[in-house]
């Protein structure tokens, strides 16, 4: 593979000071690839950001080594208390009712390689939860509602056998999947502009990632079939069960210019609560196909460098969770798309070295259903690993569709229970929206971060909430508006972030984020009140080791 002569070193990406009679550390600690680096990695990640985290030592011949790393992260802030819809319910509050939380997780990641052709790779969180914060209301249909206090769960995300062959990785066990820019697919253990890397997909798989015909072949090959372990809208352990099989192809020059395709095929069997649609066993069948790339580059003449990164995804095929009035067998026509450009100074003479000045904008699109019953499904949801903003779409509309969603499977409705519920819920994902966001990032140090985001959004469609739908008969946004109107506000965020290298090779991190919304007409109720500025402040600290 060609060497990436754009990934950051140094300081500002390995936090952890080398001895003196030491290689450098960025040589002494580099592992070998492994399949989650492999699947079309995201230069945006080394080349605009830092991550702090410890990276595994590289596994030699005739040598059997274990290592474990791994992070704590706590965050405090002070949250905006979204207004919800009661539905007619007299037990539903008309707001999350929460307004402040303190949440923390510790990330373990042991590693047992032996020799250079088979590593065992774990990931798992214990404890993690919520400290500190009011519990939030009838929102139980996301993936982490924040009902309860509950800071030592332990929650389980890898556990898989990486097999190194001549031309390529063979994976099998629980692992992350990502393609691209995380559109359909992304690990949820990314670093991220603001905010933290959540849920991810994680799938039971069976993989070959490599390059079949020879090492040095720009064509890279992905051959997988999966069982989804947790996506953001499947989660196993309650009974969901999706099935997929997945073929990727890619043409790699080097780490910084990567152009692929992947189709996805893939059916579920969403678990149903209620015994009437669980007999008809409500399924959907679709085709993925998700093309992505991205190229990074210096500016000849400057000390600069330019970053491109897209990727599109259609998604085809039937399902009986679209409709309404009762599950059937529906058309899904579904879309989304992103790009993104960006601009990044060197720090002097180090061509290795980004830093100190950057900006970058992105656009993104996900096709929403402004007709609910009309026997086609058109609303896409982008994977909630990839962050985009703090309020808009992680608070507000996170928690708009997760009430929708109870509602739709309220008992007291009868059999107008909808089997659609479990497709409802954004879990902070973006759907149904067009973005444009503007980003800018300063570091007039290695170890110190400043960032800022512009963003304004509207809506993709007419913005129709199916609980209103299903319950009134009407055709309403979330709080009983205007369904016709597209603005969904202006979002503003910014934050820093200061890494301290420690000793030993540890690192801790702290920083503040803070975000403003200026909610649109696409969220305001009947009376054309809108929701009102929601912003929000939290309080990082993190440690790795």
Known sequence: MVPNTLEPSGPGAQVAPTPTDAKPQGHATRPRVRTQDLVAPNALDKIWLVDPRVRPAAAEEDLLRFGIHGQYQVRYGSVPDISLNSYGFGNYRSSLGQTHRLEHYLRFAPTLS????????????????????????????????????????????????????????????????????????????????????????????????????????????????????????????????????????????????????????????????????????????????????????????????????????????????AEVLAPMDAKVRRFGAMARAGVMQKRGKDRLQSGPLGIAVEWGYASGDSNPGDGVDHQFTTNPGRRIGLVLFDEVLRWKTARSAVALEDPRLGQRQTGSAWAVPTAGGVGNATYLATQLLYRPLAMLDIRASAMVAQTASDLVDPAQALIFGTYSNFDGGRPTHRDLGLELDAGFEYRKPLENGLCASFGIEASTLTPGKALADASGHSLGQKSLVRGRFGFYF
Request: hydrophobic share 40%; net charge negative; no cysteine.
């Open 114 to 321: 032996y020799r250079k052709t088979i590593s065992i790779v774990t990931e798992f969180d214990l404890p993690r939860g919520m400290l500190l914060g009011q519990s939030t209301d009838h929102v139980d249909r996301d993936p982490e509602p924040l009902n309860e206090r509950q800071p030592m769960r332990f929650v389980p995300r890898w556990f898989y056998v990486d097999i190194a062959l001549e031309r390529g990785h063979v994976t099998v066990g629980q692992q992350p999947a990502f393609w691209g820019q995380g559109l359909v697919d992304d690990s949820g253990d990314r670093p991220q502009f603001l905010g933290d890397p959540r849920l991810g997909t994680i799938v039971e798989r069976v993989a070959f990632t490599g390059r079949p015909l020879g090492k040095r072949h720009p064509w890279e090959l992905i051959v997988a079939t999966d069982w989804v372990y947790s996506n953001g809208r499947v989660y196993a352990p309650d009974g969901d069960k999706a099935l997929r099989a997945v073929l990727g192809n890619s043409y790699v020059l080097d780490d910084n210019l990567r152009f692929g395709a992947l189709i996805i095929a893939e059916r579920i069997y969403p678990h149903q609560g209620d015994n009437d649609l669980r007999q008809l066993s409500p399924k959907e069948t679709t085709v993925t196909f998700d093309v992505a790339g991205h190229i990074a580059r210096p500016i000849p003449g400057t000390s600069a460098l330019a970053f491109f990164a897209t990727e599109a995804a259609y998604v085809a095929g039937t399902t009986d969770l």
